[in-house]
């Protein structure tokens, strides 16, 4: 059985920091992307960052540099550092592993930022 747990969520300032950690069973992380998604009240669910087992990494707004994704392969671990964190980053966070015709998510972790 295949499980995504997210943590690290919370309330912070705007222009302060948060770490989202994901923690996977059941699959060999290596083998697939891993990636971080968002859904925002009344919003649709946004692609933030990816990366691949490679380690190869994507942005869904490589301008900003606000966010950093990781993984550790060993602990089955892919990570989210956040940034300056502004108010509109303010959502429910959730880790999603992709390969082929598999796509498994997380229950998410909710990120709240305000002042």
């Known amino acids: 059985q295949v499980q995504l747990v997210e943590s690290g969520g919370g309330l912070v300032q705007p222009g302060g920091s948060l770490r989202l950690s994901c923690a996977a069973s059941?699959?060999?992380?290596?083998?697939?992307?891993m990636a971080w998604y968002r859904q925002a009240p009344g919003k649709q669910r946004e692609l933030v960052a990816s990366?691949?087992?490679?380690?190869?990494?994507s942005y869904a707004d490589p301008r900003e540099g606000r966010f950093t994704i990781s993984r550790d392969n060993a602990k089955r671990s892919v990570f989210l550092q956040m940034n300056r964190l502004k108010p509109e980053d303010t959502a429910v966070y959730y880790c999603?592993?992709?390969?082929?015709?598999?796509?498994?998510w997380g229950q998410g972790t909710q990120v709240t930022v305000s002042s």
């Open positions: 999603n592993a992709y390969l082929d015709t598999e796509d498994y």
């Open positions: 059941g699959i060999v992380v290596r083998d697939y992307v």
């Open positions: 990366i691949s087992g490679g380690g190869v990494t």
